[in-house]
């Protein structure tokens, strides 16, 4: 069965240096989604991606986050100046269409910021 | 149901038993919903959705029941296995005034279910 793939599994970053997550979407999927859930804590909703520009953000999503899709496969987030608070798992999903349809999930990304 | 904080609401059943887990949602205008199990250092797995237009729906051992009048959504398991243990989320899809979607998905904050052999 198709999965979505995240890549590293934990990713430790100084405060204040740029981190780029990335994500190997399901191959037919169209749109493309990062959430993040710090630990403990329920999964929150970060971007959406479609057609190479983004749909919606959440307000978390500020400008020290970008996402891209540098090729037919990858999708990658990137966060320019990590902060503290920044530590979570973020996670990576695709899914065929924006309704209706379920998102398939990576494993995530354990990002530790020290 | 969901609970505010750090504290889950969990369940603890016996192997073989009926497990439901509730599910409060917040917004009238959310048009589909999905069941996420996740386990421990893995992401949300796919389980079962439900369209508003649905108040039931059944897959293999699972059902998901929407109640839209109350905003109520419960996933019964049945005949629970120890590896169904794991944490449960509710998720909503909201729909924009024009009846559009970006796909966000916004999560409930999740049950922890508890099989004991």
């Known amino acids: 069965e198709p999965e979505v793939t995240q890549t590293p599994s934990h990713q430790v970053t100084q405060m204040g240096q740029e981190v780029i997550l990335r994500c190997v979407p399901i191959s037919n999927h169209l749109y493309f989604y990062w959430y993040r859930q710090i630990l403990g804590q329920k999964v929150e909703f970060l971007v959406s991606?479609?057609?190479?520009?983004?749909?919606?953000k959440s307000e978390i999503f500020d400008d020290q986050f970008s996402v891209e899709r540098p090729d037919g496969s990858n999708f990658t987030l990137k966060i320019r100046s990590t902060k503290l608070e920044d530590s979570a798992m973020y996670f990576c999903a695709s899914s065929r269409t924006a309704r209706n349809q379920p998102q398939h999930f990576g494993d995530g990304t354990r990002l530790s910021i020290l | 149901g969901e609970s505010v904080g750090l504290h889950l609401p969990t369940l603890s059943v016996q192997e073989g038993d009926n497990s439901i887990i509730n599910c409060a949602y917040s917004n009238s205008a959310s048009d589909y919903f999905i069941w996420y199990k996740q386990e421990s250092g893995k992401g949300p797995q796919f389980i079962i959705d439900?369209?508003?237009?649905?108040d039931k729906r059944q897959g293999q051992r699972v059902t998901v029941l929407l109640n839209k009048t109350v905003k109520h959504l419960s996933l019964q398991i049945a005949a629970t296995q120890p590896g169904d243990s794991a944490v449960y989320f509710c998720a909503e899809n909201i729909l924009f005034a024009g009846g559009t979607s970006y796909g966000k998905l916004t999560f409930g904050q999740g049950t922890i279910l508890t099989v004991h052999p």
């Open positions: 991606f479609y057609n190479n520009e983004i749909s919606e």
């Open positions: 439900i369209r508003s237009n649905m």
